[in-house]
Antibody
């Protein structure tokens, strides 16, 4: 059974750096093709794809946020970390991590999400 | 970026109605499209992948069709549990992009 869970601060101040951790179980980065992505959703708004990391450490980013994002993985801990620099109130959102399988491309399992508020 | 445009933004329907949601891509995405259902305070749930393949465990009243730039999600007979917001997402080209969502409300 695949599960993912996001963790990190619920409140950050403007200009600070956000660090979120996705801890997962039921799959491994040892499997060729596996990926974990991050998606966010501002309150009452649509989903926005942020970044994706693959088993082979290939990384993809949203071009509009690429300069602010870094995605890394810790295979031994079954974790994926997303950092976002220079946080702004418009970055207030629920942040989700999601699983991309080894033989397909879409996200089939999602974490429950974590709400991050950016405010002074 | 590939823009995904859903219509309508909001849909009012009754239990038992047949409901169709459209998703248009700004350029061809072949059949690399997924549909998700999201309820308030919950994570999105995968319904359809590769434009027309039903995810395991999803009721057969949900179906998807289309290829290239135009896609549809159909609910053959709307059930009380189906009132939610639906999103399409393309995974043909990075960055993967989502539609703006279609909220299905009770009429």
């Amino acid at each position: 059974q695949i599960t993912l869970k996001e963790s990190g601060p619920t409140l950050v101040k403007p200009t600070q750096t956000l660090t979120l951790t996705c801890t997962f179980s039921g799959f491994s980065f040892s499997t060729s093709g596996v990926g974990v992505g991050w998606i966010r959703q501002p309150p009452g708004k649509a989903l926005e794809w942020l970044a994706l990391i693959y088993w082979d450490d290939d990384k993809r980013y949203s071009p509009s946020l690429k300069s602010r994002l870094t995605i890394t993985k810790d295979t031994s801990k079954n974790q994926v970390v997303l950092t976002m620099t220079n946080m702004d109130p418009v970055d207030t959102a629920t942040y989700y991590c999601a699983h991309r399988g080894d033989t397909y491309t879409y996200f089939d399992y999602w974490g429950q999400g974590t709400l991050v508020t950016v405010s002074s | 970026d590939i823009q995904m445009t859903q219509s309508p933004s909001t849909l009012s329907a009754s239990v038992g109605d047949r409901v169709t949601i459209t998703c248009r891509a700004s350029q061809s995405i072949n059949s690399w499209l997924a549909w998700y259902q999201q309820k308030p305070g919950k994570a999105p749930k995968l319904l359809i992948y590769d434009a027309s393949s039903l995810e395991s465990g999803v009721p057969s009243r949900f179906s998807g069709s289309g290829s290239g730039t135009e896609f549809t999600l159909t609910i053959s007979s709307l059930q009380p549990d189906d009132f939610a917001t639906y999103y399409c997402q393309q995974y043909n080209t990075y960055p993967w992009t989502f539609g703006q969502g279609t909220k299905v409300e009770i009429k």
